[in-house]
């Protein structure tokens, strides 16, 4: 089981799954059209959390899209052409959002969520760059008063599982995030997590790391994949491939490469923008999200990063641009102090399916052709322990626990 295995994608998962089998003694190519983790894996809130596994399927979800996507601060929107294909995969989302099965839900992303703070740490160890994973708390802030917070699902259902929660008012909020707007009335604090101080110095970090270790990477772009007598064939332009083994980890890429097999996953490509800010002028303790425009702010290497909207559009539909004005309202008003000049505007693809789980393991009929893909918003979370999960499939070990509801054929 120690012959090499290619990778497909070298973003967070590709990486750590990389890294993961390297450390078992397998030989590993890496195959990605840029520089690893420099694309979507790059462009995140730099939320590492172990209690983030809560579904974006809630009940009641329904009843919350028209002010989600019209109304003051429009998180959500969904372009013309992609309305054909959002309507399916909408319906199919929706049917994920009662209570019971967002139980389910988060107990299957539990496991892959938990151990992402240890795992990152493990993987950077011998870098030079282990202070880029660093120790906080996460700020939910609600401009209303928060006595009855605690007693939403999400939140039952992490401290059921252990989280530690603190409700805050006002004073206390600025005491901890003075940066924060007084329109803030009240917090939930999640603590035990840690935040990215720059997620792409982090993959770079691990894919120096990865070459280090014997790890082929190989820039070139992905254009086909075919079974041959002995394995599989990956077309690179005019350069193919051999490989007995492959994992696709092409994130939102990834469907339309496998849809030359035949094999068609609903995963969606929900894109996701940030904006950064070089010279802020203000600091943040923690991980802060408003929770009324639902983006995350982080202070980072380079700057405040602000990262929210969810947009469903065709994967080479070009950025919205009228998103960054609204963005850097939004920014400005929950951080007054905040200086806005010389903004960095950024979009990404995330890969989305309508239950919110990825999918890991082999495909059924395709011996040899595993997954790895479609993390949605939670990829630089479940990335390291994916890894582990591929790693464990590709050396023979049984995982140590229930992989089935990241099953290919679970659709």
Request: charged share 20%.
């Amino acid at each position: 089981m120690n012959d090499q295995v290619t990778i497909l994608g070298a973003g967070a998962v590709g990486l750590c799954t990389a890294l993961s089998l390297a450390g078992r003694g397998v030989p590993v190519r890496l195959i990605d059209r840029g520089e690893p983790g420099q694309e979507t894996s790059s462009g995140n809130a730099g939320v590492i959390s172990p209690w983030s596994f809560i579904p974006q399927s809630l009940p009641g979800i329904w009843k919350k899209l028209p002010d989600l996507m019209f109304g003051a601060y429009q998180p959500l929107s969904v372009r013309a052409g992609y309305w054909p294909r959002m309507v399916p995969w909408g319906l199919s989302f929706l049917r994920n959002s009662s209570a019971q099965r967002v139980q389910e839900i988060a107990d299957a992303m539990e496991p892959l969520c938990m151990p992402s703070v240890d795992l990152y740490r493990r993987h950077l160890e011998g870098t030079g760059q282990e202070h880029l994973v660093q120790d906080c708390a996460y700020v939910h802030a609600y401009r209303k008063d928060g006595r009855d917070l605690l007693q939403a699902i999400d939140y039952r259902i992490r401290a059921d599982k252990g989280a530690r929660l603190e409700l805050v008012g006002q004073d206390e909020l600025r005491r901890i995030e003075p940066a924060l707007s007084p329109g803030f009335k009240s917090a939930v604090l999640i603590h035990g997590q840690a935040r990215a101080l720059s997620p792409g110095q982090i993959m770079a970090a691990l894919a120096a790391k990865a070459e280090r270790l014997g790890i082929e990477i190989l820039q070139a772009p992905v254009d086909g994949l075919r079974r041959g007598e002995d394995g599989w064939r990956i077309i690179c332009g005019t350069q193919t491939y051999a490989a007995r083994r492959v994992v696709v980890a092409m994130g939102a890429w990834s469907a339309e490469l496998l849809k030359t097999l035949g094999i068609a996953v609903p995963l969606a490509s929900e894109r996701g923008y940030h904006i950064e800010f070089p010279e802020a002028g203000i600091e943040l303790n923690n991980s802060v999200m408003d929770t009324d425009a639902k983006f995350v702010a982080s202070s980072m290497t380079g700057g405040l990063r602000v990262a929210g909207q969810a947009e469903f559009a065709a994967i080479d539909a070009p950025q919205d641009s009228r998103k960054q004005a609204r963005m850097q309202a939004q920014a400005k008003a929950a951080f007054p102090d905040l200086v806005t000049a010389a903004p960095k505007f950024w979009m990404g693809r995330r890969p989305s399916f309508p239950d919110t789980l990825p999918m890991i393991g082999e495909f059924g009929g395709h011996a040899g052709l595993y997954a790895g893909f479609g993390h949605s918003h939670y990829g630089l979370m479940m990335a390291p322990k994916t890894g582990e999960l591929l790693a464990d499939m590709l050396t023979g070990r049984t995982p140590n626990i229930d992989c089935g509801p990241y099953a290919t054929g679970r659709f």
